[in-house]
């Protein structure tokens, strides 16, 4: 992919039974569909302070980053190429709401994601990473 490059984090949060945190995005790219949380690395952040902010401002949740599981490309508007990272988080306070640019968040279990419409190849990167078995 060509055009301007779009520097972005995503965290990958499981429970206890296995179940992943989603966002459904609240605008485009994606308005709708069901996604990680995460977002726009800003100017002068690291990848973990943008995993740490985009997931309390999008979940209520506050998280440690943990280690890189993965990336991926996909894109933007207006030909930009949005660049992800996702990142493992735990969670080490905050009460779940959606805020920010997210619709809802919620708990999902792995039948349930295979019939939300989520955004384009998240359960392909996800299975190929190994989160979802």
Known sequence: MTGPRIPCVGAIITDHRGWLLLIRRGHDPGAGLWSLPGGRIEPGETDEQAVVRE????TGLIVVCDRLVGSV????????????RDYAAIITGGELAAGDDAADARWVSPADLARLPVTGGLVEALTAWGVLG
């Open 55 to 58: 997931i309390r401002e999008e």
């Open 73 to 84: 490309e996909r894109p933007g508007l207006d030909g930009a190429v949005v660049d992800i």
